[in-house]
């Protein structure tokens, strides 16, 4: 098994994948440009930077990283989530919990209603998010983990998600204009379910529950104003597999292509399903954004790739010996008909992955403008090489792309005031390897016009998401 320490420093996504120790908390870096004058607030990036004996990219432990903007300067910290993962991997250097493609030594002998309740890892290394007045990191085990915003110091798991199996949550829960939290947990056990919640700081409310039998990975989920839409993929997954664990969790999904991509349709206010809706089959971690159509249909936007070979491209043993070319994703567009008919009218072919919107004005509704990371030419199988927007009215994108260059997941961020749904900043994050280092790269959101950029003091390993949090966070 190879660790990633072993990687060689050949091309420029091997480094991408190095492990980073240091922490640093640093009140000023170097800004070249100028970072516009209303950016005051906070990016936090997730992802991961130790792995150890970690077998798979989206195993590393979870580290934080922090661009603070006040009057055009900026400052960086990074810093690891102290979990209980983090205790073990860093500091016992032993896998200590059920990780996404690695898993601690398994008891066998054990029952399986104890194995149904085995401890999932706490390292949030996915994603961003705020819950009322606190930060959480989050990932597909329901231990979100608070940090503070100031010091990155971890604080202890946020909240505790309702129920008693296994539960996999999504780490892409939705917020609604009142601030509450719209998510979706797959539980796992003897009658399996896809559950909607509606979080507020009175709890979780249960608002659908759809049983299942072979539950699909379901990295996130979308809305409409008034429909939650559970996209279920036909990669599932067997609970009585996951239950006995003899195999790291997702190497216990099988990729099903006779099966179709399913859209269940629910009721954003009653949970009710309103329906199912199918279309060919794909592999899918994100989507855009949905909206209803006058004619009450459904459009639905994602991230599609033709089956879950990116998974596998991710094992850390794979990305060491540089010969797997990385799947690209690409946007899909489907249309749920009235009459239960799925159509799909993509606007725009281009390699598509991380995507953002305006999400205060665009998510839901309909919108005309995503950001993402893209590929100049995906043929090369390195498929994070530009920022691109999509006008999905047009058709035609717009693309940012410097060198060799990799990028990140782009934050938009509205301009205080803003009209327009493109008048704001775009923030990624952006690995050079001509310089073997990392830079916060910012965008004019109109045009992709370069504004500024920040240099981090170390290469950033490669991240998975983040959000930006205007003032103080
Ligand atoms: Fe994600």
Not at 4 to 19: D, F, K, M, N, T
Not at 64 to 88: C, E, I, M
Not at 447 to 456: G, K, N, Y
Request: hydrophobic share 40%; with cysteine.
């Amino acid at each position: 098994m190879a660790m990633v320490s072993e990687i060689p420093a050949g091309s420029g996504l091997q480094r991408l994948v190095q492990p980073l120790g240091e922490e640093v908390a640093l009140d000023s870096v170097p800004v070249e440009g100028d970072v516009p004058s209303w950016l005051e607030g906070t990016l936090v990036r997730n992802g991961p930077a130790h792995f150890g004996p970690a077998r798979h990219l989206f195993d590393g432990l979870a580290m934080l990283h922090k661009f603070a903007f006040t009057d055009g300067r900026v400052s960086y910290a990074n810093r690891f989530l102290r979990t209980r993962a983090y205790q073990s991997l860093r500091e016992d250097g032993r896998i200590g919990y059920r990780e996404f493609a690695s898993d601690p030594c398994r008891r066998l002998t054990a029952p399986i209603a104890s194995l149904f309740r085995q401890v999932f890892t706490d390292n949030a290394n996915v994603n961003v998010v705020r819950i009322g007045a606190q930060l959480a990191a989050l990932t597909e085990t329901p231990l979100p983990i608070a940090f503070d915003p100031d010091t990155l110091e971890t604080l202890g798991v946020a909240y505790d998600p309702p129920g008693r199996w296994v539960r996999s949550p999504t780490a892409h829960p939705h917020f609604d204009s009142a601030g509450a939290m719209i998510t979706m947990q797959v539980h796992f056990g003897p009658r399996s379910s896809y559950r909607v919640y509606r979080q507020t700081a009175n709890g979780f409310h249960l608002l659908a529950k759809v049983p299942v039998r072979e539950p699909a990975y379901m990295h996130s989920f979308t809305l409409t104003e008034r429909h939650v839409i559970l996209t279920e993929i036909p990669f599932t997954v067997r609970p009585l597999d996951l239950a006995a664990a003899r195999r790291p969790f997702i190497e216990n999904y099988r990729w099903r292509p006779d099966r179709p991509t399913r859209f269940i349709v629910l009721d954003r206010h009653t949970g009710r399903e309103r329906g199912r809706w199918d279309a060919e089959p794909v592999f899918c971690f994100h989507h855009v954004n949905a909206y209803d159509e006058p004619d009450g249909a459904i459009t639905i936007d994602l991230c599609a790739y033709p089956d879950p070979a990116l998974i596998d491209t991710l094992y850390l043993h794979t990305l060491a010996a540089g010969r797997t070319p990385i799947p690209t994703g690409r946007l899909r567009r489907y249309r749920l008909e009235p009459g239960g008919r799925t159509t799909e009218r993509s606007p725009v072919d281009v390699p598509f992955e991380w995507p953002r919107t305006n999400y205060a004005v665009a998510n839901a509704r309909p919108y005309r403008y995503a950001y993402g990371a893209g590929a100049k030419d995906a043929s090369n199988g390195e498929p994070i090489t530009t920022i691109t927007k999509l006008d999905l009215h047009e058709g035609e994108p717009t693309h940012w792309a410097d060198g060799s260059s990799f990028t990140g997941e782009p934050v938009f961020v509205p301009r205080p005031g803003a009209d327009a749904e493109d008048d704001g900043a775009v923030l990624a994050i952006v690995f050079d390897p001509a310089r073997d280092g990392s830079f916060l790269l910012i965008l004019d959101a109109c045009d992709l016009s370069e504004l500024a950029r920040v240099q981090a003091p170390h290469r950033m390993p490669f991240g998975f998401h983040g959000d930006y949090f205007p003032g103080t966070p």
